[in-house]
């Protein structure tokens, strides 16, 4: 059964702070890897998607990446400010014979950034 | 608007009162999924469809129940809600599946069972 946690589980840095938030997953046949920004009392917002052919994605000051073989995800959060406080999670996502379909999420790193 | 809903958003219920919550997408989605999340065991998937009459069991599907009838919508039907099954619920859906496609996620219903 597929495991993914989530290190840390929390997070505070100084706002302007480079970071990064770490994904482990146990089963490396995933089909993809997707990071989610979570605010408190709200819905889940797709904020990256790798697919398992790919080493990472780029989107303005967020950049992800896979490695498949070691069953590891970084989410890499540049120059942060306040509003990037939040919980994140990372999700990973099968299509083998199976298991297609599954989503299995990990438990998340609140982040706070203080200003 | 591209969106997923869901309703009811809040919902309190007494234990054995059957109640549905709806989730619906104007994406053309093939794919949708129910999740719970609750606090210290994350976000557990509970059931999926891949397509029109065509679902499947996720992790926690003990004590609910789904349909695909129509590809815009997705019930969760609770038959008999227990006190264990008070939590934040999301409908999510994605184009042809999560395989290449990111996952839409609705905003939620917190439901509490007493």
């Known amino acids: 059964k597929q495991e993914v946690t989530q290190i840390p589980a929390a997070l505070s840095v100084p706002e302007g702070e480079n970071l990064v938030l770490n994904c482990s997953f146990t089963d490396s046949a995933i089909y993809n890897l997707q990071w989610f920004r979570q605010d408190p009392g709200k819905g889940l917002t797709s904020l990256l998607l790798i697919q398992s052919s790919q080493r990472e994605q780029t989107s303005g000051r967020l950049n992800a990446s896979l490695d498949k073989s070691s069953g590891r995800s970084t989410l890499y959060i540049a120059a942060s400010q306040p509003g990037d406080s939040a919980t994140y999670l990372c999700a990973v996502s099968h299509w083998d014979n199976t298991n297609a379909g599954k989503s299995t999420f990990g438990d998340g790193t609140t982040l706070t950034v203080k200003p | 608007e591209a969106q997923v809903t869901q309703n009811p958003r809040y919902l309190i219920t007494v234990t054995g009162k059957k109640l549905t919550v709806t989730c619906s997408q104007n994406m053309n989605h093939e794919y949708m999924s129910w999740y719970r999340q609750d606090p210290g065991l994350g976000l557990r998937q509970i059931y999926y469809?891949?397509?029109?009459?065509?679902?499947d069991k996720g992790d926690v599907p003990e004590g609910y129940k789904v349909s695909r009838k129509e590809k815009r919508n997705f019930p969760l039907i609770l038959e008999s809600p227990s006190p264990n099954q008070t939590s934040l619920y999301f409908c999510a859906s994605s184009l042809f599946g999560t395989a290449y496609y990111e996952q839409y996620f609705g905003p939620g219903t917190r439901l509490t069972v007493t």
């Open positions: 469809s891949m397509n029109v009459e065509v679902t």
